[in-house]
């Protein structure tokens, strides 16, 4: 069976990575024998918005639909077009109108990078984050009364569905039964937001019924912050609602040392619609045109697209391949953000090779 995957590099480094992590796709898929036809589009980026005054033409929606996954790049050239426009004219329309529900981002300390924590090694840190990606805390429910004056008053709510939360627990649970520690972690604030995290909670232990194999523990958000930095190696699939989620799935990344390689997924599970695979970092501009970015953020994201389509052996070949590279520190190779001199194309074709040769 042949995968359709739409390529979308996007602006920036974007351009510059997504080179890196189509060989790296295409070593993967030569050596498994998996059909891959990737097909790159050059909408969804700020290029096309000057162009054409939209950052996506009119019939995305049916073209895209009949892809399997998409690959992204990133987005944003914020001296042209301001950063609501391109993030919202994209990427968070794909994530709403695809029903990406699920945002996915493993945090892995990988070998040869020195991650801010003092003393962790490899294998200290390695857990999921689960943030759930369509409703909670990021609703346009609410509004301003009396506005400009001194009795000024602002809300806006939360909105969780039992269908929106129990799908994405489900999600992460799923995740954690395969995983060897079978645990998993959810974030809460019972104590302090006294309707909608209680009820969070319960459905986590409705959803826990289901899975008793699977280890449940809990955590308020403030408490379980300050745990990431202290005891990262105490997690293994982490859930989240969509506030607590984004801010857990940066502060994971970030202890696993340069945002340059992390990945992450944008999961519609059903397959309704098609999952969207982008590496965490943004375009860049700052080093954008100088091929000194990582590509391993957009290359790991490629794993996760080849194990999302059900490849997981050449999904964890590519990652061996990095692991691989990263390991032996060849400072000609490792791009200047893992201190070496090497340029993206050289790192990316260090580990295009590594998949080839197994
Ligand atoms: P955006 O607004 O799209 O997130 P940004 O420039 O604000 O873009 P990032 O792109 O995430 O934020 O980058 C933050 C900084 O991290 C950059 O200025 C860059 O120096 C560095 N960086 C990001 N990605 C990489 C990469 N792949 N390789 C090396 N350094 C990177
Ligand atoms: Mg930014």
Redesign the pocket.
């Known amino acids: 069976m042949s995968h359709r995957i739409a390529i979308l590099a996007g602006d920036g480094?974007g351009k510059e990575?997504m080179p890196e992590g189509v060989r790296a796709l295409e070593a993967a898929a030569k050596r498994f024998g998996i059909e891959l036809e990737l097909e790159p589009f050059d909408f969804a980026s700020c290029d096309y918005y000057l162009e054409h005054g939209q950052m996506l033409p009119d019939d995305w929606h049916a073209t895209l639909s009949q892809f399997d996954a998409i690959f992204y790049g990133?987005?944003?050239w914020p001296d042209k077009v301001p950063?609501h426009i391109s993030l919202w004219g994209s990427l968070l329309k794909f994530r709403r109108e695809f029903d990406q529900y699920v945002n996915l981002r493993p945090c892995r300390l990988l070998p040869g990078i020195k991650s801010p924590l003092a003393d962790r090694e490899p294998g200290d840190i390695d857990f999921y984050v689960v943030r759930e990606n369509t409703e909670g805390e990021y609703s346009s429910v609410g509004g301003t009364m009396f506005e400009g004056t001194d009795r000024e008053v602002v809300i806006q709510e939360t909105v969780m569905t039992r269908h929106g939360v129990d799908r994405v627990l489900k999600y992460a649970f799923d995740l954690a039964a395969t995983r060897p520690r079978k645990k998993l972690t959810s974030a809460t604030k019972s104590n302090g937001i006294a309707i909608t995290m209680p009820w969070w909670d319960k459905r986590v232990a409705a959803m826990g019924q289901h899975y008793p194999d699977v280890n449940v523990d809990q955590f308020h958000i403030d408490i379980l912050t300050a745990n990431f930095v202290l005891h990262p190696d105490w997690f293994d699939v982490v859930v989240a609602s969509n506030l607590f989620g984004d801010i857990l799935s940066d502060l994971g990344p970030a202890c696993t040392g340069?945002?340059?390689v992390a990945p992450s997924a944008n999961i519609n599970p059903e397959g309704t619609f098609p999952s969207l695979f982008e590496?965490v970092?943004?375009?860049?501009?700052?080093?954008a045109g100088k091929h000194?970015?990582?590509p391993i953020?957009q290359i790991w994201s490629g794993a996760m697209m080849l194990e999302h389509l059900g490849y997981k052996e050449a999904a964890d070949a590519i990652v061996a391949a990095f692991e691989a590279v990263l390991a032996e520190g060849d400072t000609r190779v490792l791009?200047p953000?893992l201190r070496g001199s090497g340029s993206t194309q050289a790192l990316g074709q260090a580990i295009a090779e590594r998949i080839a040769a197994g």
């Open positions: 480094i990575v990133a987005i944003g950063d340069t945002i340059g590496p970092h943004g375009s860049a501009p700052d080093i000194i970015a990582n953020g791009t953000d």
